[in-house]
């Protein structure tokens, strides 16, 4: 079953959600809004399915 986490654009700052899948096959992420693309250790934040933060270097804290 696939399942979808939450990545943040290191470009524009939004956040899309993004397959699993493409993430272990190691492809380099698409930003719907600003079409950047980039490696996934880019990211400054990353949310699972879950809602855990996998990983949030945006040194701001929002306050969940
Ligand atoms: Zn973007």
Do not use: K
């Not at 899948?21 to 809004?33: H, S, T, V």
């Amino acid at each position: 079953m696939a399942s979808i986490f939450t990545v943040e654009c290191p470009s524009c700052g939004q956040s899309f959600p993004c397959h699993t899948e493409l993430w272990q096959a190691g492809y380099d992420l698409l930003c719907p809004f600003c079409q950047a693309t980039f490696p996934q250790e880019r990211s400054p934040r990353i949310v699972s399915a879950t809602g855990d933060v996998v990983r949030n270097d945006t040194g701001a804290a929002e306050g969940m």
